[in-house]
């Protein structure tokens, strides 16, 4: 299994049990991959560089975990879909494997 790091933003707007589900559904994904989370790091409110879809200000939250290359793509797809999540990003961390 390879090492990634996933950052995302949802809408500050959004009610905690979104969130809470948003969360739920990555942790949920990662896992029926085999996959394990190493760390969860809410980061909060930040400010965006630039607007995006009406928004000045983001709730970011950045995931590590290890997983199989099959299996972020998954993820990838689960995230692109999901309505709640604004932006993403998955990125392979070498430096963590």
Do not use: C
């Not at 990662?30 to 995006?52: C, F, M, P, S, T």
């Not at 099959?70 to 990125?91: C, F, G, K, P, S």
């Amino acid at each position: 299994m390879k090492a990634y790091e996933l950052l995302f933003f949802v809408a500050p707007t959004i009610s905690d049990e979104d969130r809470v589900a948003v969360m739920k559904r990555i942790e949920t994904t990662i896992a029926e991959g085999a996959g394990k989370v190493d760390n969860v790091d809410e980061w909060g409110k930040r400010k965006l560089a630039y607007e995006i879809n009406g928004l000045t200000d983001g709730d970011y939250t950045l995931v590590n975990f290890h997983a199989d290359p099959q299996n972020v793509a998954e993820l990838d797809r689960v995230l692109r879909i999901n309505d709640a999540v604004v932006r993403h990003m998955i990125v392979k961390r070498e430096d963590r494997d």
